[in-house]
């Protein structure tokens, strides 16, 4: 079962008409939100991305867009880094 964060708050934006098809998004996602479906990639579930843009960095057809460092996946990721707790200032709400 795959992660989800918070649902319908992701900023992820896919713009499948540029899509080159090349897989790469596929390839770098930690959380397999993409696939290649008629050699164009889908998004498989918004709710599963931690907006952490490596999809968007690497896209050479610019076709995905994502705000990296928004809520709780900055303070997950920050967390990560720094080795500390998450604090996403969720007051208690469980996200992190």
């Known amino acids: 079962m795959k992660h989800q964060y918070l649902k319908n708050v992701v900023t ?10 090349c897989g790469r998004c596929t390839q770098v996602c ?3 939100v993409f696939e290649i479906k008629n ?3 889908q998004i498989k579930n918004r709710d ?11 896209c050479p057809a610019e076709c995905i867009t994502v705000n990296p460092g928004v809520g ?25």
């Open 30 to 32: 930690p959380h397999g």
């Open 12 to 21: 992820l934006c896919l713009s499948s008409d540029k899509c080159i098809g």
């Open 48 to 58: 599963w991305c931690m907006e952490c843009s490596a999809c968007a960095r690497n």
């Open 39 to 41: 050699r164009k990639v």
């Open 72 to 96: 709780c996946a900055a303070a997950v990721l920050s967390s990560w880094l720094s080795g500390s707790e998450a604090n996403c200032d969720c007051s208690g709400g469980g996200c992190c």
